[in-house]
């Protein structure tokens, strides 16, 4: 049995040798810890490790946590697919989404984000193909939804994300991530100032890095499986 400090700590080496390997600055890779479906005690102990950015998937169990640890140095961004009925709550307790998939949604984050609250961060979240899920805005459709989004003076557009299908095979991974890094340099191409690209997980960390990912979400790497 590790600890939580030691298995944040082996992430941690993983993100600097992947950085290393591919020639990347050493810290050009923030590590967001995905905290879904664990406890305040879990988060307490990976903050008491040095980690403040969190990421959550469920509205209801965020907001608990959030209230648990009301007063601690926590960055809160929400991952998780977006319900119209959940806009608000998540416009006034979180500093960032990665999975904005709809201008419907992001015209309510906009105008239910609180006028003392500095623009709510916001990544779209891309569907490439032969992804299990069916959330996330079509590649072709980006360039439009992110137009929408800088319509929005309360959101503030970083970047993009995505959830490829998992494979265990590294090229067959890193596929995916590379269509999302030429979707970003399109952005920048169109002038849009976007500088984040969320991708790379547990079992993939290595090659979004070598893509070019600036944000890894790591759960079961740091807190252990989910139940
Ligand atoms: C659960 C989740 C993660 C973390 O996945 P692990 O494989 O546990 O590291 C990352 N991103 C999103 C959107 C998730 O839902």
Redesign the pocket.
Known sequence: MSTLAERLSRVRERIARAEHACGRPAGSVALLA?S?TKPVSAILEALAAGQHAF?E?YVQDALAKQDALAGHPIEWHF??PIQSNKTKAIAARFDWV??LDREKIARRLHEQRPGELPPLNVCLQVNLSGETSKAGVAPEAVERLAAAVLGFPRLRLRGLMC?PAPTRDPEEQRRPFRRLRELHEALLANGVSVDTLSMG???DLEAAVAEGSTLV?????IFGP?G
Do not use: E, L, Y
């Open positions: 995905v879904k990421g998937n991952i998780g990665h999975s959830i997980m547990s079992a979400r790591v759960g079961t790497d989910r």
